[in-house]
């Protein structure tokens, strides 16, 4: 890699010429340059960069400025020479880069005008690039880069705080803030903040502080928001002409420079705002975006600011003309209703009075109520208010007639209202439905089947209309499309809805790509994430591919590997590498043939796209590294080597090593439990088991999710746990351990449940599944919309039960529900769950028992099966419960059609093998959607697999390609006969797939046989064949896996490596399972291990170590990294790197993969 050019000016400054000095040369130098000699003197070389740039910003540079300075250092006696002061250099500004704590040191003890100077480098955004001696630096550059650091950021953010509004002015230093704070974690924003602030700032300094406030509102924590709000009110209020307590500071402008923080209000505060004030307020301009942002608004504060807003003269009833009474010019000015609704913003979700409405009105309020998904929480509420102007809005006219105004509402729609509508009117209103988010399956599809009634064929026009609506046509109707249509859609903004299509459904448009007859569209016209479900049997085929059409497409692994060995032949790996995702099949080979400088000259690249490389390729880079740069290693790639040279790695290089770590997230990749355990262990010996400030937070970054439960419990110092705790909330997957660790230290700082504020409750949010259900219970009962809203942020996790439990108790205690109405026998009495409940709970709708699901109103059941079809945490005895309640409403099984079936989502589980036969399951569609429920028993399956073939009228032989994508995991209940069947031009466009099924070991053997058809003798097969097939591979018979080359084994996919039998797998030899590679030997089963002999043990651990599959390259123990920079350099730059610093902050922290 070459040297960067903005480095180490400093020291270029002051070794040029160093041949030539003359004692009498330092006459006449300039007063800045000998306060700068005079520092590099002291050893300050901070404060004379510093100087350095003062100097500059004012003075031409001449040739013979390093020749005087020089002069004047050696006639002090200060000699350097260019070696030493490199040296003293790069010690003293690694120093400050591995202890940012030294720099606000270092600045606490400049003088005024160095101070001024690195202020302004934070704030000015200087673009000034300056050429010394052909030496370039790019002064922006270097401010960006230092306000990424976390550690140079929170030096310079408290030194800003304790001197800024000393040395500069009041304005200049809320500069300062503003670009430190944007630039920061939301951590540094805490509590104490506005008490380091001075007190009676100027106004124009005021109000741009507050801006920056409430632009990182959202990163700041409740109890700092509040204490934010108390500061700007006490601002505010300490300059307002209001003197008595009747009389509210709360003017106009007042409310518009809080911003977001308007809803910290208190709500006594809001009663006494002034109409006219409020009447002033809701005419600015600027007045709906502001409220268009309270997310966080509850229904209380917003009632009260409506209530405000109606006694200011604005009458949010009247349609035509709104009056503004006591507004002097601004009295009886006309304003349309749909203006004023417009102006109400995120208050609108909350609009009361509907008993005055007319239809017009309502309507208009409707449409402003699409923002309402914004709020956080209260979402029944608004369904519910929803739910009622629609029943105004339609009042005196069908929904035939007013489907097209009436918004986002129409999601409220009933699937039989939704049957009532006309193909007509389905059509007329297009526009609006094929936009409108939230719709369930089930709808989509009654409306998808009213428009294309309408318009008879699925043309280019009718798709490009669909918008949203598209996911409800059939996989069989898309192949059915004309291809020249097919390549119009896939060329136009239609195609960004093809990707949110069912795979069967992708696979019925990708059959009409590449040799589909005249016109269709060629592989390369796939669009980007649908390009990833083209077949490699098809991708063989095309020959129009090159680095430059792939840039914007994903690609599956087995895609890439082709990709990139057929384009290397003819493009440089820098090309090849500029191409999107095609990294992802750069082979080891490929990395081994890298020279030295094309390999330095990419490792900025690798190191940006971490997140597409997988462990074997890191593992393949790191010894890439070791052979070229040792010496400077990155730690993400020295933790890649095995775990002997991470713990190798000195203490005096700890800092550099955590930093490295920090940035990745480690258990993607360090796979093995076991070297986890090792390099964690380092981690520990780095931090002597303790985290002594925020700094080392900092510096921890992603690795805090790491730290043992002994370090977090007793280890995490009181000065550090704040930002550790800020840090801790993005942890996705703390262990048992760690999580009761978090837990105690919560209770010592907070006290028990039963005594936390609001504010204590919201900041702990993601910590409120730690503790038990008795200690919950107080917070579902004096907080319940806090811990509803809390479950609502909790997606893609099933959080622990007893959470759940207390969602439940707080949704229960505040229903209005009553005994149901239900006539089953055993419903009598029972409080039966109502829709809104249900809404409500979402997950925690697994607490319901299955009494209670069998009592479901007919009308609760229809509006909800399809949230209660969601729910994952739903046993057998209460599937089967909503299963029997659906045959109650719907009738047997065999009058089901295609959205019930849809409808019911995990429910189907419960149906058994004679109901299952009973569907229609013609529809390859509905055939998919069971397919996505996983745990189906063996006999189910086979049920399904044969409805479908029964119903559709379908041999086997007859299937499509999209048919098999379609059947999904029901293709596992073929037996051997059925599948040799299937015709091998449908089955190679769709092995990928089908190589994402865990079938049986038969089944997988007789796919094998297929793709051998297809892919020719497995003893023949490349890399990015083994990848494509996935667990198809599995069904490798012993002697076809003895004599697979061992350079092959990292390409078996991890899914592949656990389904082989174990009595197969012990045929692997020991060279073999070296070559495993990390990912796939972390995929070994316990079975499979068991059956190992001694050598394969062995070697099946080097694999997890990351060893080196060439001996000759596996060093010795002693051959440890002698400094592990944060990223990639040759001998000699890391000095330079450290230098060029340059701006003030100075103490860059290392550009590092994100």
């Given at each position: 890699?070459?040297?960067?050019?903005?480095?180490?000016?400093?020291?270029?400054?002051?070794?040029?010429?160093?041949?030539?000095?003359?004692?009498?040369?330092?006459?006449?130098?300039?007063?800045?340059?000998?306060?700068?000699?005079?520092?590099?003197?002291?050893?300050?070389?901070?404060?004379?960069?510093?100087?350095?740039?003062?100097?500059?910003?004012?003075?031409?540079?001449?040739?013979?400025?390093?020749?005087?300075?020089?002069?004047?250092?050696?006639?002090?006696?200060?000699?350097?020479?260019?070696?030493?002061?490199?040296?003293?250099?790069?010690?003293?500004?690694?120093?400050?880069?591995?202890?940012?704590?030294?720099?606000?040191?270092?600045?606490?003890?400049?003088?005024?005008?160095?101070?001024?100077?690195?202020?302004?480098?934070?704030?000015?955004?200087?673009?000034?690039?300056?050429?010394?001696?052909?030496?370039?630096?790019?002064?922006?550059?270097?401010?960006?880069?230092?306000?990424?650091?976390?550690?140079?950021?929170?030096?310079?953010?408290?030194?800003?705080?304790?001197?800024?509004?000393?040395?500069?002015?009041?304005?200049?230093?809320?500069?300062?803030l503003g670009a430190l704070l944007r630039g920061s974690p939301g951590s540094f924003l805490q509590p104490g903040l506005p008490a380091r602030l001075p007190p009676g700032l100027?106004?124009?300094?005021?109000?741009?502080?507050?801006?920056?406030?409430?632009?990182?509102?959202?990163?700041?924590?409740?109890?700092?928001?509040?204490?934010?709000?108390?500061?700007?009110?006490?601002?505010?209020?300490?300059?307002?002409?209001?003197?008595?307590?009747?009389?509210?500071?709360?003017?106009?402008?007042?409310?518009?420079?809080?911003?977001?923080?308007?809803?910290?209000?208190?709500?006594?505060?809001?009663?006494?705002?002034?109409?006219?004030?409020?009447?002033?307020?809701?005419?600015?301009?600027?007045?709906?975006?502001?409220?268009?942002?309270?997310?966080?608004?509850?229904?209380?504060?917003?009632?009260?600011?409506?209530?405000?807003?109606?006694?200011?003269?604005?009458?949010?009833?009247?349609?035509?003309?709104?009056?503004?009474?006591?507004?002097?010019?601004?009295?009886?000015?006309?304003?349309?209703?749909?203006?004023?609704?417009?102006?109400?913003?995120?208050?609108?979700?909350?609009?009361?009075?509907?008993?005055?409405?007319?239809?017009?009105?309502?309507?208009?309020?409707?449409?402003?109520?699409?923002?309402?998904?914004?709020?956080?929480?209260?979402?029944?509420?608004?369904?519910?208010?929803?739910?009622?102007?629609?029943?105004?809005?339609?009042?005196?006219?069908?929904?035939?007639?007013?489907?097209?105004?009436?918004?986002?509402?129409?999601?409220?729609?009933?699937?039989?209202?939704?049957?009532?509508?006309?193909?007509?009117?389905?059509?007329?209103?297009?526009?609006?439905?094929?936009?409108?988010?939230?719709?369930?399956?089930?709808?989509?599809?009654?409306?998808?089947?009213?428009?294309?009634?309408?318009?008879?064929?699925?043309?280019?026009?009718?798709?490009?209309?669909?918008?949203?609506?598209?996911?409800?046509?059939?996989?069989?109707?898309?192949?059915?499309?004309?291809?020249?249509?097919?390549?119009?859609?896939?060329?136009?903004?239609?195609?960004?809805?093809?990707?949110?299509?069912?795979?069967?459904?992708?696979?019925?448009?990708?059959?009409?790509?590449?040799?589909?007859?005249?016109?269709?569209?060629?592989?390369?016209?796939?669009?980007?994430?649908?390009?990833?479900?083209?077949?490699?049997?098809?991708?063989?085929?095309?020959?129009?591919?090159?680095?430059?059409?792939?840039?914007?497409?994903?690609?599956?692994?087995?895609?890439?590997?082709?990709?990139?060995?057929?384009?290397?032949?003819?493009?440089?790996?820098?090309?090849?590498?500029?191409?999107?995702?095609?990294?992802?099949?750069?082979?080891?080979?490929?990395?081994?043939?890298?020279?030295?400088?094309?390999?330095?000259?990419?490792?900025?690249?690798?190191?940006?796209?971490?997140?597409?490389?997988?462990?074997?390729?890191?593992?393949?880079?790191?010894?890439?590294?070791?052979?070229?740069?040792?010496?400077?290693?990155?730690?993400?790639?020295?933790?890649?080597?095995?775990?002997?040279?991470?713990?190798?790695?000195?203490?005096?290089?700890?800092?550099?090593?955590?930093?490295?770590?920090?940035?990745?997230?480690?258990?993607?990749?360090?796979?093995?439990?076991?070297?986890?355990?090792?390099?964690?262990?380092?981690?520990?010996?780095?931090?002597?088991?303790?985290?002594?400030?925020?700094?080392?937070?900092?510096?921890?970054?992603?690795?805090?999710?790491?730290?043992?439960?002994?370090?977090?419990?007793?280890?995490?110092?009181?000065?550090?746990?704040?930002?550790?705790?800020?840090?801790?909330?993005?942890?996705?997957?703390?262990?048992?351990?760690?999580?009761?660790?978090?837990?105690?230290?919560?209770?010592?700082?907070?006290?028990?449940?039963?005594?936390?504020?609001?504010?204590?409750?919201?900041?702990?949010?993601?910590?409120?599944?730690?503790?038990?259900?008795?200690?919950?219970?107080?917070?579902?009962?004096?907080?319940?919309?806090?811990?509803?809203?809390?479950?609502?942020?909790?997606?893609?996790?099933?959080?622990?039960?007893?959470?759940?439990?207390?969602?439940?108790?707080?949704?229960?205690?505040?229903?209005?529900?009553?005994?149901?109405?239900?006539?089953?026998?055993?419903?009598?009495?029972?409080?039966?769950?109502?829709?809104?409940?249900?809404?409500?709970?979402?997950?925690?709708?697994?607490?319901?028992?299955?009494?209670?699901?069998?009592?479901?109103?007919?009308?609760?059941?229809?509006?909800?099966?399809?949230?209660?079809?969601?729910?994952?945490?739903?046993?057998?005895?209460?599937?089967?419960?909503?299963?029997?309640?659906?045959?109650?409403?719907?009738?047997?099984?065999?009058?089901?059609?295609?959205?019930?079936?849809?409808?019911?989502?995990?429910?189907?589980?419960?149906?058994?093998?004679?109901?299952?036969?009973?569907?229609?399951?013609?529809?390859?569609?509905?055939?998919?959607?069971?397919?996505?429920?996983?745990?189906?028993?063996?006999?189910?399956?086979?049920?399904?697999?044969?409805?479908?073939?029964?119903?559709?009228?379908?041999?086997?032989?007859?299937?499509?390609?999209?048919?098999?994508?379609?059947?999904?995991?029901?293709?596992?209940?073929?037996?051997?006969?059925?599948?040799?069947?299937?015709?091998?031009?449908?089955?190679?466009?769709?092995?990928?797939?089908?190589?994402?099924?865990?079938?049986?070991?038969?089944?997988?053997?007789?796919?094998?046989?297929?793709?051998?058809?297809?892919?020719?003798?497995?003893?023949?097969?490349?890399?990015?064949?083994?990848?494509?097939?996935?667990?198809?591979?599995?069904?490798?018979?012993?002697?076809?896996?003895?004599?697979?080359?061992?350079?092959?084994?990292?390409?078996?996919?991890?899914?592949?490596?656990?389904?082989?039998?174990?009595?197969?797998?012990?045929?692997?030899?020991?060279?073999?399972?070296?070559?495993?590679?990390?990912?796939?030997?972390?995929?070994?089963?316990?079975?499979?291990?068991?059956?190992?002999?001694?050598?394969?043990?062995?070697?099946?651990?080097?694999?997890?170590?990351?060893?080196?599959?060439?001996?000759?390259?596996?060093?010795?123990?002693?051959?440890?990294?002698?400094?592990?920079?944060?990223?990639?350099?040759?001998?000699?730059?890391?000095?330079?790197?450290?230098?060029?610093?340059?701006?003030?902050?100075?103490?860059?922290?290392?550009?590092?993969?994100?």
């Amino acid at each position: 890699m070459s040297l960067e050019p903005r480095t180490y000016v400093l020291f270029l400054f002051l070794s040029h010429g160093v041949a030539s000095l003359s004692a009498n040369s330092s006459q006449g130098l300039h007063p800045s340059l000998q306060k700068m000699a005079e520092e590099v003197i002291d050893g300050n070389y901070l404060n004379a960069f510093l100087d350095l740039i003062q100097f500059q910003s004012s003075h031409p540079w001449t040739a013979d400025l390093p020749h005087a300075v020089l002069a004047y250092l050696n006639a002090r006696n200060a000699a350097f020479t260019a070696p030493s002061l490199q040296a003293a250099v790069e010690q003293h500004l690694q120093q400050r880069l591995y202890r940012p704590q030294q720099l606000r040191e270092d600045l606490r003890g400049a003088d005024a005008q160095q101070f001024r100077t690195a202020m302004q480098c934070v704030w000015e955004d200087k673009k000034d690039r300056w050429e010394l001696e052909g030496i370039v630096v790019d002064l922006g550059a270097i401010r960006r880069q230092a306000l990424q650091s976390p550690g140079v950021n929170r030096s310079l953010l408290l030194i800003a705080l304790e001197r800024c509004f000393q040395e500069l002015s009041a304005l200049e230093c809320v500069e300062v803030l503003g670009a430190l704070l944007r630039g920061s974690p939301g951590s540094f924003l805490q509590p104490g903040l506005p008490a380091r602030l001075p007190p009676g700032l100027r106004q124009d300094a005021f109000r741009n502080l507050s801006a920056v406030f409430r632009d990182l509102y959202d990163q700041t924590s409740a109890r700092t928001q509040g204490a934010l709000y108390s500061w700007m009110a006490g601002e505010l209020r300490a300059s307002s002409s209001a003197t008595d307590g009747a009389t509210s500071w709360v003017s106009a402008e007042n409310l518009w420079i809080l911003g977001r923080y308007m809803v910290h209000l208190p709500l006594e505060e809001i009663t006494k705002i002034s109409p006219v004030e409020m009447g002033l307020f809701i005419s600015y301009d600027n007045a709906t975006k502001q409220l268009d942002t309270v997310y966080d608004i509850t229904p209380e504060l917003a009632q009260a600011f409506l209530e405000r807003i109606g006694s200011s003269g604005f009458d949010m009833r009247n349609a035509s003309t709104v009056h503004r009474q006591g507004l002097g010019a601004y009295a009886l000015r006309p304003v349309p209703g749909p203006l004023l609704s417009h102006r109400l913003g995120l208050l609108v979700c909350f609009h009361g009075d509907l008993e005055l409405l007319d239809a017009a009105l309502a309507r208009v309020l409707l449409h402003q109520m699409i923002k309402c998904s914004r709020l956080r929480g209260f979402q029944a509420r608004v369904q519910k208010l929803k739910a009622d102007l629609l029943g105004i809005a339609t009042e005196n006219q069908t929904l035939n007639e007013t489907l097209g105004s009436l918004s986002d509402a129409v999601v409220g729609l009933t699937p039989s209202q939704l049957e009532a509508l006309s193909p007509e009117a389905v059509h007329g209103a297009i526009s609006t439905l094929s936009q409108v988010s939230g719709w369930a399956k089930s709808q989509v599809l009654i409306l998808s089947a009213k428009y294309l009634a309408h318009e008879k064929v699925l043309s280019f026009h009718s798709v490009s209309q669909m918008g949203v609506l598209l996911a409800g046509v059939g996989a069989q109707a898309l192949s059915g499309m004309d291809p020249r249509a097919l390549a119009q859609v896939l060329r136009s903004a239609g195609s960004l809805h093809v990707s949110s299509l069912s795979p069967a459904q992708q696979q019925g448009i990708l059959s009409k790509v590449a040799g589909a007859g005249a016109g269709a569209p060629a592989v390369a016209e796939v669009p980007g994430a649908l390009f990833e479900e083209v077949s490699l049997f098809d991708l063989r085929r095309e020959l129009g591919l090159n680095s430059t059409v792939l840039k914007e497409k994903a690609l599956r692994r087995g895609q890439a590997l082709f990709l990139y060995e057929l384009l290397s032949q003819t493009s440089r790996p820098a090309e090849l590498l500029s191409a999107g995702q095609l990294v992802k099949g750069m082979a080891c080979s490929h990395i081994d043939a890298l020279s030295a400088d094309s390999f330095l000259a990419l490792s900025q690249y690798f190191e940006n796209n971490l997140a597409l490389l997988s462990p074997y390729q890191v593992n393949c880079l790191a010894w890439k590294a070791w052979e070229v740069s040792r010496s400077f290693m990155q730690p993400f790639l020295l933790a890649a080597l095995p775990a002997r040279y991470l713990a190798s790695v000195p203490a005096s290089r700890c800092v550099p090593l955590l930093i490295g770590l920090g940035r990745i997230r480690l258990e993607a990749l360090v796979l093995d439990p076991h070297k986890r355990t090792l390099v964690l262990r380092k981690v520990q010996q780095c931090l002597n088991s303790s985290i002594a400030d925020e700094y080392t937070v900092d510096i921890l970054g992603n690795l805090l999710c790491h730290v043992p439960a002994a370090v977090i419990q007793h280890g995490v110092s009181p000065r550090a746990w704040a930002t550790a705790l800020h840090g801790l909330r993005a942890c996705p997957d703390l262990s048992p351990e760690q999580g009761a660790a978090v837990r105690l230290r919560l209770l010592e700082q907070h006290g028990p449940p039963q005594n936390w504020t609001a504010e204590t409750t919201k900041d702990l949010g993601p910590f409120l599944v730690l503790f038990s259900g008795d200690e919950l219970s107080s917070v579902a009962t004096k907080f319940p919309d806090i811990l509803q809203q809390t479950a609502s942020k909790m997606v893609g996790i099933l959080p622990p039960k007893e959470f759940l439990w207390a969602v439940f108790e707080s949704v229960r205690n505040s229903s209005e529900r009553g005994p149901g109405t239900d006539p089953s026998p055993g419903c009598h009495g029972v409080e039966a769950p109502s829709s809104d409940d249900i809404f409500r709970l979402a997950e925690a709708n697994a607490c319901w028992a299955p009494r209670d699901l069998r009592c479901l109103g007919e009308a609760t059941f229809l509006r909800s099966v399809e949230r209660l079809g969601a729910v994952r945490g739903f046993l057998q005895p209460q599937l089967t419960a909503l299963k029997e309640k659906a045959i109650q409403v719907w009738d047997t099984p065999s009058s089901w059609r295609e959205r019930h079936i849809v409808a019911l989502g995990r429910i189907a589980l419960a149906l058994n093998e004679s109901e299952l036969q009973q569907l229609d399951l013609s529809s390859i569609d509905t055939v998919a959607s069971l397919g996505q429920q996983s745990g189906w028993t063996p006999g189910q399956a086979r049920s399904i697999l044969r409805g479908f073939l029964e119903d559709s009228g379908y041999r086997i032989q007859d299937l499509k390609s999209f048919h098999l994508v379609g059947l999904g995991t029901t293709l596992c209940a073929m037996n051997v006969t059925e599948i040799s069947l299937i015709k091998i031009s449908e089955f190679r466009v769709v092995v990928a797939r089908i190589g994402t099924l865990l079938c049986s070991t038969p089944v997988l053997a007789e796919f094998k046989r297929k793709a051998e058809v297809v892919f020719g003798d497995p003893t023949k097969w490349s890399s990015s064949v083994l990848q494509e097939l996935g667990t198809i591979a599995a069904g490798l018979t012993k002697e076809e896996l003895r004599v697979l080359g061992q350079d092959l084994m990292p390409y078996f996919q991890p899914s592949a490596i656990r389904c082989l039998p174990a009595e197969i797998f012990r045929e692997l030899s020991a060279r073999q399972i070296a070559a495993l590679g990390p990912e796939n030997a972390a995929a070994v089963t316990p079975a499979q291990r068991r059956q190992l002999r001694a050598p394969q043990l062995q070697s099946l651990q080097r694999a997890l170590d990351g060893a080196r599959t060439r001996p000759s390259l596996d060093a010795p123990p002693s051959a440890s990294p002698s400094q592990t920079p944060s990223s990639h350099s040759p001998p000699g730059a890391s000095a330079a790197r450290a230098l060029w610093l340059g701006c003030p902050l100075l103490v860059l922290a290392p550009t590092l993969p994100r």
